[in-house]
């Protein structure tokens, strides 16, 4: 097994921001500031081919164990006094009033989109469609949300991750829905940006939807990360990548207690504070600026502007923004830069889930295609979720929990009662559910395919031990019912839905 120590001489580290060439979309209105460098900032390094060569030939193979160094975990600096100056500055809301005054509606039943359909085809050598597991739950976003290009659903969470009973206040069965932002669809064949307001074609960097069931609502939120500006002053932007590396994409999202946690593709972990959604428009009058306890207002009008702009705050038209407070950011080498993984190196945060059945864990995951060169499944480990709330010093992995994934493309993992859940995707036809047990010492598949629906993407257990619910397997679809492709306009269709299966189900299938 060729180790990420052998190769540490060899990387770039790359510290700063991107090259002055490669400019941001994000163009704040005069009076604002270009993108700050964020944390977290992995120490990225690249492989010359012979290690490319080596490091295919020493995989040891799905299922194995992964080294369980290259998950360890380093605190990022002291963001308080930020988070204390924003606070000083605006009004803050309770996760419960906004819920309360929630403003788009939540669908359910037929009123959602398909993405299960018929089946498809398990190869091409058998073309007998294998029909998907019937969710026992479904609901959708409305039509904006459905239907839109600029946002994708990726990640998943729920307030039976929050609290062990299951309910955070009087609000029970909540779910939070993690998005990037993937589409300009405001800019012309130039690349200028139109004079609307909408703010369509700026880059605003991750979402996250906090939706009520019961009352079939939801309310989004925009991710922030604050810094001062040139005159001193604390302001926000929008969460972006960091070090030259591609996009967060917020594929995996846990909420834990106060905090949630948001993986960061190629750096480990962004961390923010429940206690900590500021309120731009408290009077819940869009065409009027509120004023704000720093003697300054704020707007919700103009999607075009984000931050404190010439005394005015913004939140890309979004009521309320949530700072990120602390960082997560791995130490070892990062050498994966696309879809296919080396085994070596620090591992993709592609999804985060939380396992409850004992000490709590954040389960952390990685997507990886296979290619020749680069023939990884990815890699799966957890930590002590205590241990990364105290927010300092280095957190490794658990030891034992690090292995090889038994298959490739995995889009989220649960694992729970010593059992694994991977979710793997086949682009835009039904996704594969599978179950997997440490046996012998390598991670292996325990049961056949289940298939499920197309475009699965992360995965959140709600257990239901204290609401007499029986436990759930939820998930969200990413593609929109109306993408253009063939394969969502034959027997499998798709659609943007969140779902899940029951638990007792899933373990019945063969």
């Known amino acids: 097994m060729l180790t990420a120590s052998l190769i540490l001489p060899l990387g770039v580290l790359l510290t700063g921001p991107a090259p002055a060439a490669a400019a941001p979309t994000h163009e704040p209105a005069p009076g604002g500031e270009r993108w700050q460098t964020q944390e977290p900032l992995a120490e990225a390094g690249t492989l010359d081919p012979r290690q490319r060569e080596l490091a295919a030939q020493a995989f040891p193979g799905a299922g194995a164990p992964a080294p369980a160094g290259e998950f360890t975990l380093t605190a990022g600096s002291d963001l308080s006094g930020r988070i204390a100056d924003l606070t000083a500055s605006l009004p803050r809301q309770g996760v419960q009033n906004l819920l309360a ?16 359909g018929g089946g498809d085809a398990t190869s091409p050598s058998d073309p007998t469609p294998k029909p998907p597991l019937e969710p026992d739950t479904v609901r959708c976003f409305d039509e904006d949300d459905s239907l839109g290009q600029e946002w994708i659903p990726q990640g998943l969470t729920g307030v039976s991750d929050a609290q062990q009973d299951e309910a955070w206040g009087t609000a029970t069965g909540t779910l939070l829905t993690g998005w990037y932002d993937n589409y300009n669809p405001g800019r012309d064949a130039a690349g200028n940006c139109s004079a609307s307001t909408s703010g369509l074609c700026f880059e605003k960097g991750v979402r996250v939807t906090f939706a009520d069931p019961a009352a079939g609502t939801y309310r989004h939120v925009l991710l922030v990360w604050p ?47 429940m206690r900590y959604v500021f309120d731009l428009n408290p ?20 999607g075009r502007r984000v931050g404190r702009q010439n005394n005015v705050w913004y939140g890309h038209g979004y009521r309320y923004v949530m700072p990120q407070v602390a960082t997560w950011r791995y130490t070892a080498t990062q050498y994966n830069d696309g879809s296919a993984c080396y085994d070596v190196g620090a591992p993709k945060a592609s999804y985060l889930s939380l396992d409850r059945s004992g000490v709590d864990h954040l389960v952390v995951g990685e997507y990886c295609s296979t290619t020749s060169a680069q023939p990884s499944t990815g890699r799966v ?17 658990t030891a034992g929990s690090t292995w090889f994934l038994p298959v490739h493309q995995a889009q989220g993992v649960a694992r729970y009662e010593g059992r694994y859940y991977v979710n793997q995707s086949h682009r835009y036809s039904n996704g594969s559910l599978w179950r997997a047990t440490v046996t012998s010492g390598r991670l292996g598949l325990a049961g056949g395919e289940i298939r499920t629906a197309v475009g699965p993407e992360d995965l959140y257990l709600e257990h239901g031990a204290t609401t007499g619910n029986p436990p759930r397997l939820w998930s969200v679809s990413e593609h929109r019912a109306d993408i253009d492709d063939p394969s969502c306009r034959n027997s499998t269709p798709c659609g943007r839905v969140l779902y899940a299966h029951r638990l007792d189900a899933v373990g019945a299938q063969p």
Request: proline share 6%.
């Open 101 to 116: 005054q929630a403003n788009r509606d939540l669908g359910g039943g037929g009123e959602c989109a398909d993405p299960f």
């Open 227 to 273: 810094y001062y500006n040139s005159g001193g002053n604390i302001t926000y932007e929008p969460i972006h990548s960091s070090g030259g590396q591609t996009g967060i994409h917020a594929g995996g999202i846990v909420w834990y207690g106060n905090y949630l946690y948001v993986a960061d593709t190629y750096n480990g972990i962004r961390v923010f504070d």
């Open 283 to 302: 009077d819940q009058d869009a065409a009027t600026d509120d004023p704000t306890p720093d003697g300054l207002s704020s707007d919700v009008g103009d």
């Open 381 to 397: 480990g957890a930590w002590p979720i205590a241990e990364l709330e105290r927010r300092s010093g280095t957190v490794p992995a």
